[in-house]
């Protein structure tokens, strides 16, 4: 299986893993977990997008190559809803960015990310809070991302999670990002 050098020592939001966690990509239910990534996504996307996943020693490591520019990620078993999640080439960079914990993203256009079975967010305010005893997560619908710096003040959106409707994560930040709680 190829590798991809992206190391994962904590994701806060999104990308499915905690502290001490991994996945084994080579364990026997490989396909669950391309099955379980490739739910993020719209099917027209996820036919043809890659799915990564980390192995035991935390790099990810490829379950499936994909054509299309598209990267999916599988739901981590210990957040407590399902987060899958599928990024284009600019959102994976959005995301490389935040786990480097880059003062601000590399991204150079808008990245687009997709989490169509919902998510289990750490933080809606903090892109690199820890979870610790007693956290609460932050439950969201189902969802896609525009990965790109938007000012709340200047937009008008709220910085509110919701159930539905448009809001923005992490608001204040470099990584501040719009949420889109519907499927497209």
């Known amino acids: 299986m190829r590798r991809i050098h992206l190391t994962l020592p904590l994701l806060g939001s999104a990308l499915l893993l905690l502290p001490g966690t991994s996945l084994s990509a080579q364990a026997p239910d490989k396909d669950l977990l391309i099955q379980s990534a490739l739910a993020a996504a719209p099917a027209n996307i996820a036919k043809d ?4 996943a980390a192995g035991p020693d935390g790099k990810m490591m490829q379950l499936k190559p994909g054509t299309n520019g598209f990267t999916c990620l ?3 078993p210990t957040t407590p809803g399902k987060d899958p ?10 995301l490389e960015s935040w786990i480097a914990r880059d003062p601000k993203p590399k991204n150079t256009s808008p ?6 079975q919902g998510g289990s967010d ?3 305010t903090d892109p690199w809070v820890e979870p610790g005893p007693g956290h609460k997560f932050v439950d969201s619908p189902p969802h896609w ?10 937009t008008g959106f709220s910085t ?7 809001w923005i994560m992490w608001a204040g930040t470099p990584y501040a990002h719009l949420m889109i709680n519907q499927a497209p």
């Open 74 to 76: 599988p739901d981590h």
């Open 85 to 94: 999640m599928c990024v284009d080439q600019q959102g994976m960079v959005f």
């Open 122 to 124: 750490i933080s809606a």
């Open 49 to 52: 997008a890659a799915v990564v």
């Open 160 to 166: 509110t999670p919701k159930q539905d409707g448009t």
């Open 145 to 154: 991302m525009i990965f790109w710096p938007y000012d709340a003040k200047a």
């Open 111 to 116: 990245g687009l990310g997709y989490m169509l």
